[in-house]
């Protein structure tokens, strides 16, 4: 059954509840042009409560976050009409060497603990 959306808030465990097991979303950062740019993306959610999510520093969204850190992202079900979330703040990145261990745990986050790690 498909939902109508709704501007009801919800409490920040409720939305890691949420977000947790879900891990399909929609990236949207600021071109600078000032036009959107839309990314899909794989999130987690990291032990501090924040979500992240992993890309290449030449990547669009990359340079777009450097340049503006205002960000939205929507966080999918898998099936199509589920429920979903929209999560607008303010995104941080974090480049080599210091993202190797936040990338692994951003890994751990979403497949769980690889038998290599």
Not at 21 to 30: E, G, K, Q, S, Y
Request: aromatic fraction near 8%; glycine fraction near 6%.
């Amino acid at each position: 059954m498909s939902k109508i959306a709704s501007a009801d808030r919800v409490s920040f465990a409720e939305l890691l509840e949420f977000i947790r097991p879900r891990h399909r979303a929609t990236f949207v950062t600021v071109k600078k042009s000032g036009e959107l740019q839309i990314s899909p993306v794989t999130c987690g959610v990291d032990d501090e409560g924040r979500i992240v999510i992993s890309t290449y520093p030449e990547r669009a969204k990359a340079a777009n976050v450097r340049r503006t850190p205002a960000v939205s992202l929507c966080i999918h079900s898998d099936e199509w009409n589920g429920p979903y979330v929209q999560v607008n703040g303010t995104a941080e990145l974090i480049d080599l060497p210091d993202s190797v261990e936040p990338l692994v745990d951003y890994y751990r986050s979403i497949a769980g603990d690889h038998p290599d790690w």
